[in-house]
């Protein structure tokens, strides 16, 4: 076709991107790559090929790693990591800047062999990927730079093990790599099997910036080659991919000490209300799931449009979704490209072909006859329950249903296990501002889609998985508290037979729901003084008790919805009344713990409630300052439920220490007792019921810990639990969290300094960051 032709008929004229320069840069490594360990690369071994998917052709061969590269890896990482530390911050930052720089300019290579080695358009890659992959290096050079005047208490965590996925495999390489080696530690990163090759190009990158050996230390192979990783002698585990696989690492690292954040699956929501600028939403819609061919895990892959124009939409979807373009990538000109691999070009077909609800309809467009390639599809009409509603296909399918009112679409959007982005569309302002807040998601873009930035954290809720990454809440993941650790020591009460010296029993009930209850087995213990004497008798609690607790939080969530005031003035009432009795409470202390102790500890709770107080309506979000014309709020939010074994050793001190943050933020909890000095907390929940406390956002349990922490690490309805226990909890309470995956915090057999004040670190465990994006402007 001529280029006269082509002006008369309106068609696209192919644009396509030469591919000569990756293809010289392959033929200069022999097409044949080993792994990156200490500053070289080894020699290649056996191992497997990484093919273009749009055509089959085979672009390299790489190298499988063995245990002993693993091996060699963590070492060169260790030895390495103690002088990149002290190296400081302005020091890390230089190297840093060079690796952003050398980015820039091999910014072309590494779009184009990208698209090769992945599938997506050039167009992306070129104008999306690269570009935000380098300036994930320039803003966490920056954040090297200010890391003793800005976390002065903080340190690096050590060596990290990080394992990314083939969707993005650039970008999330630098997700990963720039707020690790920022802070101080070392990586050593597995890139995905089917997408290794920007990983050793970037590789060489850091060679060429001159970046102290060991330092990133790059290995390539399967799934095997990521559970070594995870089994290896590292501080921390980094992953991103799919919600199965982070589940088994959650339990593999269960117990180990291991910090760990997963960015996993979704299936998010695109919510279009029916004053939405329609033609924009159709665009964003594009954007939202054809982008990178639908394996994006914060895809807009489920469509919510309101009932009064929910047919004019889909009508001019359908128009729209049979203008694509689909083909080969490197064309310039080309909406969609290729499936990363056949096995899931396999996985997406199965998944369409075995729906047989609602209405389908795939994109009249031309399709090449060979690759790995899948026509843009909507599937109309489905009801909520539905495997397409329910699953994540990570591919390029929309499916489709319809609500009547903003609550409803609410409901229909938080109808799932996942929670990591939603998108919302309409031009009502205030529509938007009280959507977003609603939506389960840790990130929801208003009137745009897919937007991100090295300012603005992402990550998820629920099985979407935990932590952030960007901004200042992503640093805290690749950071430590400065100080020396003291190993745990198991605190038991005291023996006894003696009777209660007034000859007066004592039992103590459970604190559940705002009313005193029996425990469920009946059963109680003995609680003694240091001489012996009796001083009361406590309930055992039990699963079902747990189950009472938790669903007595889970119906007081109104306590969510009200004011940081309010909630500050019923803790200084809290305070106020527990000061009242002090005395009493420092009396009943010392009877417990034989010590003298009992005095600093109930003035110190005083502190703590009121410091909670303090926060309660001051513990603020931020406006991120991202490249937009707009603004990315970065919204603090209560976790929801949370269950807490409290301390042994400080049997009031521990417990307020860890209740009056939580709901100081909106949470609920659910408080295992100090089970060797149990009465401080049944006292205290006295307190709790002349403080003006609504029912059931304070559930208080007394019995051994062992019986109560699996249950609630376990239960389906917690959304996070926390041992501070002197029992070695820490790994069955990990292990069972997987079940829903569920934000953990434990001791890992490290022992508290309750004497010094940390709220903010439990108002920093209390709440999760939502980035809210709101564009604005014509």
């Not at 840093?96 to 997506?120: C, P, S, W």
């Not at 997700?175 to 101080?184: D, F, L, R």
């Not at 747990?546 to 939080?553: F, G, L, M, S, T």
């Not at 609504?694 to 007394?702: K, M, R, S």
Request: with cysteine.
């Amino acid at each position: 076709m001529t280029v006269k032709e082509i002006f008369e008929t309106m068609d696209y004229g192919p644009a396509p991107e030469s591919a000569a320069d990756a293809l010289a840069w392959l033929v200069d490594q022999g097409a044949r790559f080993g792994h990156f360990i200490n500053g070289e690369f080894t020699s290649p071994t056996d191992g497997f090929d990484s093919k273009n998917p749009a055509t089959g052709e085979t672009l390299a061969s790489v190298s499988q790693a063995t245990q002993a590269d693993i091996d060699a890896a963590v070492s060169a990482a260790r030895k390495a990591q103690g002088k990149w530390a002290a190296l400081g911050g302005a020091g890390r930052a230089r190297y840093i800047y060079a690796i952003a720089r050398l980015m820039q300019k091999h910014a072309r290579l590494f779009a184009v062999l990208e698209t090769m080695d992945n599938g997506k358009p050039i167009r992306e890659s070129r104008d999306i990927d690269v570009p935000l992959a380098q300036r994930h290096f320039y803003y966490h050079a920056g954040m090297a730079q200010l890391m003793e005047s800005e976390l002065p208490d903080r340190e690096a965590l050590g060596v990290c093990g990080q394992i990314i996925p083939w969707n993005f495999p650039l970008l999330m390489l630098a997700w990963k790599v720039a707020p690790a080696i920022a802070m101080g530690n070392t990586v050593v990163l597995k890139p995905a099997e089917y997408t290794s090759l920007t990983a050793l190009l970037f590789a060489d990158i850091c060679r060429q910036a001159g970046l102290p050996k060991g330092v990133v230390n790059i290995v390539t192979g399967d799934g095997a080659v990521g559970e070594m990783i995870v089994n290896a002698e590292v501080d921390k585990i980094a992953f991103t991919g799919s919600t199965a696989v982070g589940r088994k690492i959650r339990e593999a690292t269960a117990g180990s000490g291991k910090a760990l954040t997963l960015e996993l699956g979704g299936k998010s929501p695109y919510i279009v209300f029916d004053d939405a600028d329609m033609d924009s939403a159709i665009e964003g819609l594009v954007d939202a799931i054809w982008f990178n061919q639908g394996q994006v895990c914060c895809a807009g892959s489920r469509l919510l449009v309101q009932e009064g124009i929910a047919d004019r939409f889909h009508k001019k979807l359908r128009a729209r979704m049979d203008k694509l373009r689909v083909g080969n990538p490197l064309d310039k000109c080309i909406d969609v490209g290729a499936i990363v691999d056949p096995v899931q070009l396999n996985t997406i077909s199965q998944m369409v072909a075995a729906n047989a609800a609602g209405t389908m309809h795939q994109a009249r467009v031309s399709m090449p006859e060979t690759g790995c390639f899948y026509p843009p599809t909507l599937v109309e009409g489905l009801a909520p329950s539905d495997p397409l509603m329910q699953e994540e296909i990570f591919g390029p399918v929309l499916v489709s249903t319809t609500f009547r009112t903003p609550a409803e679409a609410v409901e229909l959007a938080n109808n799932t296990r996942y929670g990591l982005a939603a998108t919302l569309w309409t031009e009502n302002v205030n529509l938007a501002l009280d959507i977003a807040p609603k939506l389960v998601a840790g990130v929801v873009w208003v009137n745009a889609t897919n937007l991100f930035d090295a300012a603005a954290g992402f990550g998820g809720t629920r099985e979407s998985g935990f932590g952030r990454e960007g901004g200042w809440e992503g640093l805290t993941a690749y950071t430590k508290p400065k100080g020396k650790e003291k190993p745990l020591e198991k605190i038991t009460g005291f023996a006894g037979e003696g009777a209660p010296v007034d000859a007066v029993d004592r039992t103590a009930k459970l604190y559940i729901g705002g009313k005193q209850a029996r425990p469920d087995g009946g059963y109680s213990k003995a609680i003694y003084g240091k001489s012996g004497a009796l001083l009361g008798h406590v309930g055992l609690g039990n699963r079902k008790d747990v189950r009472n607790a938790v669903e007595a939080a889970a119906n007081a969530k109104s306590w969510s919805k009200t004011t940081g005031h309010l909630r500050a003035q019923i803790l200084y009432y809290i305070g106020e009344n527990l000061s009242a009795r002090a005395t009493e409470f420092a009396e009943r202390i010392d009877a417990m713990t034989g010590k003298k102790s009992g005095a600093a500890e109930v003035e110190a709770s005083i502190q703590r409630l009121f410091t909670a107080a303090a926060w309660a309506d001051k513990y603020d979000g931020q406006a991120h300052g991202v490249p937009i014309r707009g603004v990315a709020l970065a919204m603090k939010e209560a976790v929801g439920v949370i269950g807490a074994l409290c301390a042994d050793e400080a049997p009031l001190l521990g417990l307020v220490s860890a209740m009056a943050p939580a709901i100081a933020m909106g949470n609920r909890v659910v408080l295992a007792a100090s089970e060797a000095y149990p009465l401080a907390a049944t006292d205290f929940y006295q307190v709790l019921e002349t403080s003006d406390v609504p029912a059931g956002v304070v559930n208080i349990l007394t019995g051994t810990h062992t019986e109560l922490a699996a249950p609630m690490a376990s239960h389906m309805n917690l959304d996070a639990v926390w041992s501070f226990s002197s029992s070695d909890l820490s790994a069955e309470i990990e292990k069972a969290s997987a079940g829903n995956l569920k934000r953990t915090w434990v001791n890992d057999r490290v022992a508290t300094d309750w004497s010094t004040d940390q709220t903010r670190r439990f108002l920093e465990a209390a709440t999760e960051i939502k980035t809210i994006w709101i564009p604005y402007g014509e």
